[in-house]
């Protein structure tokens, strides 16, 4: 299998809308084989990361479906693969129509670091950007988001996308007093 398959891809989409009959969605509890970290060392151990890079991307969009019933719009999803040693990551940003600080969701699979013994965390950082959300439909690029110098705010990966949601709006309104 190659890197390729791999790529970063990215979606700017409206949020669709999340059904009651939808299943709870969470990242499995080891993307690792044999205790080690997430990691593309073999073909197996390829194969678990391609699959922890496919539920994160689904966990964000899973995420944004719970926001996007709050008024939050995807602005964009990301997946970089990172190297062989590493498990990659997801990226995941949402704003409000309303409000001028949105969040950045970051799921990772690290070799050195992380929530789980596999590696695998997820953190939230507060953002701005640099153009109102209505051009972000229309841009053919993404636009630049800036972080506020705050703490990353962990969040547990075994959590839910309902959970880690609530989690991102109890931070959004912590910090906030708007949303």
Known sequence: MTRSKLNRKSTKTRIPSV????????????????G??????TERAYDMKRLFLQDARRLARRIGAILGQ?????????????GMA??????????????????????????????????VGI?????????????HRTASFPPNRRGLNERNIDIDPSLNAEQIAEVLL?????????V
């Open 123 to 135: 953190y939230l950082q507060r953002s701005t950007w640099n153009m109102p959300v209505e051009a």
């Open 36 to 41: 080690n970290r997430v990691n593309g060392y």
């Open 86 to 119: 590493v498990g990659g990551d997801c990226y995941a940003s949402y704003r409000h129509p309303k409000h001028e600080i949105g969040m950045f969701l970051t799921i990772y699979g690290s070799a050195v670091g992380g929530r789980t013994s596999d590696g």
């Open 70 to 82: 709050k008024g939050w719009e995807i602005c964009d999803i990301t997946t970089n693969p990172g």
């Open 170 to 178: 109890n931070a959004m309104q912590k910090s906030t007093n708007r």
């Open 19 to 34: 059904k009651k009959t939808t299943p709870v969605f969470a990242l499995q509890s080891s993307y690792a084989l044999s």
